[in-house]
Structures are given as C-alpha cells and as structure tokens.
C-alpha cells in the first residue's frame, strides 16, 4: 500500500516534498534526454537549430549547424507586456489556487471530463475570470488561432522550491483538440518536445487517427521550445509528448494554458452539436 504523502502527488507523480519524505532517488531525465539530438527552436526563423539551451535562440541569425524544420509551431514574444503580467498574476493569485501533482498548483475553469470513459459534463464550469478576458480576446489578432475556441483555462504555478515539473504527456485526444495554446505570464522556462510511438490508446490516440497534422518522426529526438515571460506558444502536436523539466524551472513560474474541443465535439456545417458540447461552449462566452 501507498504511503501517505503530505502533497498532492500519486502513483508515480513525484515532487521535492515527497521524494526527501519517501527516500525516494528521482532518475536523471536531463541526462536521458542529452543522448538524443537536442534542437532549440528559433520563433524568428521558424526552425529548430542543434543545441539545449533554452536562451540560444536569441542568438539569431547567428545560428550553428544544420537546422530541420518543426512545422506546427508559432511562438510570439512580448504577447505580453510587463504591465499586463503584473496586473495577471495579481488578478490570479487573489483567487484560490488548488495543489495539483508534481509539485504545482492549479485554477482550472472548465468542463468535467471523464477520460477514461469518454464522458463531458458541464459540472460547475460558468465561465472564466473577468481579469483574463482580454488574453482570449487577443487571440483572434492571430491567423494561427482565428477559429480557436476556448472551452478551458487553466492557471498553473510551478514553484523552484517544491521542484514542480510536469512528465511527458499528450493532452488527451478523445476531447482535446491538437492545438496547444500556452500564455507564458510569469517566468521563463521550456516545453520540451519528444516524438511519441506507443500504443495508440493512450492518450486516446486512437480517437484522432486521419485528423493529425503530420507524423512524428522516428528518430530519438528532443526539440526544445522556448517559453520566456510574456510570449504565446502555439503548437500543433497530436504525435509529440510535451513536459516542463523541473531543471527549467529557476524561479516561480505561471502560466494560462487553454484548451479547444477536438472537432467531433464542435459545431457541423450545419451547426449542429451534441447537447453536452453546445452547453460547453455557451458557457464559454462568459467572463465573471
């Protein structure tokens, strides 16, 4: 039996606090990672250049090596201003924050979802914060993001000293749509990005076979993107697991991450939609 841990985290889920309770020796993911072919996107040359480092980018155009291409991605620096983030995570932390795995914390405002048995339930969810309307407003300013609509907003905190992190992951495909949208409103870090092959059931990969952007490759890679104070990250990416390694984590982190439904769950040509969808997303109109 499991024992008790004075934190939020379960199963294999780990953070500072119950690694030292727990004796509990954390593997070396940067080390593992090292042995692929590390890259580094550049936002402004829309490539991924050979490199770790997550301030290399701003070496440009000065890059070295040879570069491959990493399609999907959009990344937009100062999307913020430091005025904006200031009065963000103001407007943030005068909510209540909620202990989440890993050593994070967490606002989530949006549907119930049930993954493993495919079901949405409109539960509590009645809209988001007032103070972050505008960022979804800004959204449209976008080409990448003119159809996107949100359906959740999370908050997330990641604090140095609970070494919060969050493992390879895809964001469940079944409800989820492919596009992840990251407003980056305190602190810099990394998204890491590694190429998925297991099986396809995870994640409910299965559910968006013949609605994915491209393949993965089959190389062992690991591209790296760059999340500075203030920027948006934009990246279409049903076949690539993403995490935020704790060693990218140096100072307190927040971030808005936003979610869209997978096209099943959004309106036909002709309008039509499940009832559990449309109460979703009339929901989502509302700013409190």
Request: aromatic residues 10%.
């Amino acid at each position: 039996m499991e024992s008790v841990r004075h934190c939020a985290c379960k199963g294999i889920r780990s953070c500072l606090i119950c690694e030292k309770e727990r004796q509990v020796a954390r593997r070396d993911a940067v080390a593992d990672l090292k042995q692929c072919r590390n890259y580094v996107y550049c936002p402004d040359c829309d490539k991924a250049w050979p490199g770790w480092e997550m301030r290399s980018y701003e070496q440009h155009p000065d890059h070295y090596g040879e570069p491959i291409e990493f399609p999907g991605t959009f990344i937009k620096l100062n999307f913020l201003n430091q005025d904006e983030s200031k009065s963000l995570i103001r407007d943030l932390d005068s909510l209540p924050w909620e202990a989440s795995q890993s050593g994070r914390r967490k606002q989530n405002f949006g549907p119930k979802t049930n993954f493993k048995r495919r079901r949405l339930r409109l539960g509590s969810f009645h809209g988001f914060p007032k103070s972050t309307e505008f960022v979804q407003r800004r959204f449209h300013d976008f080409v990448e993001l003119k159809d996107f609509r949100t359906v959740e907003q999370c908050s997330l905190e990641y604090d140095p000293r609970c070494g919060a992190s969050i493992d390879p992951h895809i964001d469940d495909c079944w409800i989820w749509g492919e596009r992840i949208v990251t407003v980056n409103v305190l602190g810099d870090s990394v998204l890491t990005m590694q190429p998925y092959h297991g099986d396809r059931r995870r994640y409910n990969l299965d559910c968006v076979d013949g609605l994915k952007s491209e393949a993965a490759p089959e190389q062992d890679l690991v591209v790296r993107l760059p999340m500075p104070e203030g920027s948006l990250n934009i990246d279409l990416k049903y076949e690539w697991e993403h995490s935020v390694l704790r060693e990218d984590i140096s100072s307190r982190r927040v971030c808005l991450a936003y979610r869209e439904f997978t096209p099943p769950y959004l309106p036909d040509d002709k309008g039509n939609c499940n009832e559990e969808s449309w109460a979703v997303l009339r929901k989502a109109m509302l700013f409190w």
